[in-house]
């Protein structure tokens, strides 16, 4: 856990100066910076240099910048994971696996198929390699190849013509993932500068690039319509065995642009061996750590609070920093999401898939205890739950009925525990429209509660994404894999906190300060 002063007089404040300089027209110039909050704050302090009213220079994002060059729309894991199964059955066709097979190790190979993309590796090459060295393996266990080791590598050898097939059909929808987005791009930025030959490019922040970012760069740099400025330190530069400045170090010593113009290297620093004041302190647990935090802060007055940042380098840690927060603390700006596989509605929609895969139409006792006892049902339910509680264990039930729940509720309660509990074993999609209509009457309950009320709705809307998928691909026919789907989309799900970027204490993840500089 680090606590920092936020003090933005640093590398944006260089970076501004050094622009105003050298053009005439900032309005036809683009900043390109590796996160929208940077962008954020280079905008405001831009807004403190330049007195006069005049139209805003653009100031885009990485994935921003690929978006203008390709004009392609990115896909998300999910939608790119169903491309690929149409893909991979186009391609082995009658030997394809069905999509509950498939959708164990396809993420895997997506995952590959953008690296390769992002490092411009040539997939023939790469694929056919790949197999031949699968092929050697094989041949030297044994000489004679059983039927499953005859398909393992013919799949090695179809790689190729499922990733040309896949590709191609994204690109005639001008659709990407990242990797595509990437290869695409690099592709097509010397055309772009061509095209856009009244604008000026300033490249801020960037570190460790991927293959397709360098060749991004060093076409910009060429073109000689913009610059790109790194933050980086003497100290790390010139250090042949430092890791940070690793990278940034290879592409001094490296990049045709930098070896024909040395001087045109921007910007290297000397801060980093100013003397600082620098407090450890030891603390165990994460609990333990937030708490801390805590208390620090309470020794900061309205202005100190303003120019702070509290930086996490693990998201588990935001929750218990919120309820760490002293009371003299009134307002903060959240920059890192709070994941939904985290919330209390992710451990109820698991009671709810456990209750949809029981076997038997009957409902096991410790699901329905487990229901129950969640705080969420509690605060829908009336009281008559724990008395149902108290009939299972008295009794010594095991199996209950469905219509034995429902005699100890009120009527007005049986359409919600109808849309939780009813089984739908055969059809996916009326589970799914259930689940939507008791996140709705969990959503109506909750207005005195926020922050489940976000929780609840952010369920609500994955499930409606859910429904679509079940509506365009025929193929999630069972409940066990639109869980497994439920769990893809899933982990890469947060809650995002609203709040603004300026004169309040900070709350951020490690990657969120970069381009920004701290003071203490």
Same mark, same amino acid.
Not at 34 to 58: C, H, M, Q
Not at 112 to 135: A, G, K, V, W
Not at 136 to 162: C, D, G, M, R
């Given at each position: ?30 900043? #390109? ?6 962008? +954020? ?8 240099? #330049? ?9 885009? =994002? ?9 004009? %392609?729309?990115?896909? =998300? ?22 999509? /509950? ?14 690296? #390769? ?23 030297? @266990? ?9 398909? !393992? ?55 460790? @690039? +991927? ?39 290879? !592409? $001094?010593?490296?990049?045709? !642009? ?10 290297? /620093? ?15 647990? +994460? ?9 620090? @802060?309470? $020794? ?20 218990? %920093? @919120? ?42 006792? $410790?699901? #329905? ?107 999630? /026919? ?7 789907? !439920? ?34």
């Amino acid at each position: 856990m680090l606590k920092k002063q936020l003090i933005m007089s640093g590398f944006i404040n260089q970076c501004i100066a050094y622009v105003l300089a050298k053009e005439t027209e900032i309005s036809s110039c683009v900043f #390109i910076l590796p996160s929208k909050r940077a962008g +954020n704050f280079l905008k405001k302090e831009l807004a403190k240099e #330049i007195p006069d009213t005049l139209y805003a220079p653009e100031v885009w =994002s990485i994935e921003e910048f690929l978006h203008e060059i390709t004009a %392609m729309q990115e896909l =998300s894991s999910t939608q790119a994971l169903f491309k690929l199964y149409e893909a991979y059955c186009s391609v082995v066709k009658k030997e394809a696996e069905a999509f /509950d097979v498939f959708i164990t190790w396809g993420q895997t190979l997506l995952h590959d198929f953008n690296e #390769i993309d992002r490092y411009l590796i040539n997939p023939e090459e790469f694929f056919t390699y790949l197999s031949n060295i699968q092929d050697i393996n094989h041949w030297a @266990l044994t000489s004679n190849k059983t039927t499953l080791v005859k398909k !393992y590598l013919e799949f090695w050898k179809q790689l190729p013509a499922i990733y040309n097939v896949f590709t191609t059909n994204l690109l005639k929808e001008k659709l990407a993932y990242q990797g595509l987005m990437y290869r695409q791009a690099a592709a097509k930025c010397a055309h772009f500068f061509k095209e856009n030959k009244e604008k000026r490019f300033y490249v801020i922040g960037f570190n460790a @690039l +991927n293959d397709a970012e360098q060749q991004l760069f060093q076409t910009l740099l060429a073109s000689e319509q913009g610059d790109v400025l790194w933050d980086i330190d003497k100290a790390f530069l010139e250090d042949p065995y430092h890791d940070a400045g690793l990278f940034i170090r290879k !592409y $001094k010593n490296t990049w045709a !642009y930098y070896q024909r113009y040395p001087d045109r290297f921007k910007f290297i /620093d000397s801060s980093y061996k100013n003397t600082k004041d620098i407090k450890i302190y030891e603390v165990s647990k +994460n609990v333990g750590q937030a708490k801390q935090v805590g208390e620090i @802060l309470t $020794k900061f007055d309205a202005e100190q609070l303003a120019n702070t940042a509290v930086v996490m380098n693990d998201e588990s840690l935001l929750t218990p %920093m @919120l309820n760490a927060l002293p009371e003299n603390i009134t307002e903060v700006n959240i920059t890192m999401g709070l994941p939904l596989v985290e919330t209390p509605i992710a451990a109820l929609i698991e009671i709810l898939f456990d209750i949809q895969q029981e076997k038997k139409d009957t409902y096991y006792y $410790k699901n #329905i205890v487990a229901f129950l006892h969640h705080p969420i049902i509690q605060r829908k339910l009336s009281s008559a739950g724990d008395k149902l509680i108290k009939e299972i264990q008295e009794e010594n039930l095991v199996f209950i009925e469905l219509s034995t729940v429902l005699e100890f509720f009120e009527p007005e309660e049986h359409p919600f525990l109808n849309f939780c509990l009813r089984k739908n074993r055969s059809s996916p999609k009326q589970f799914i429209q259930h689940l939507t209509e008791a996140l709705l009457a969990l959503k109506d309950s909750l207005s005195d509660a926020p922050v489940l009320k976000e929780y609840v709705f952010q369920f609500y809307q994955l499930f409606n994404q859910l429904l679509v998928l079940t509506e365009q691909y025929p193929y999630l /026919d069972t409940i066990p894999l639109v869980r497994l789907m !439920y769990k893809e989309q899933l982990q890469s799900l947060s809650v995002d906190f609203k709040g603004s970027p300026y004169g309040n204490l900070q709350l951020m993840g490690m990657l969120e300060t970069r381009v920004l500089d701290y003071e203490n």
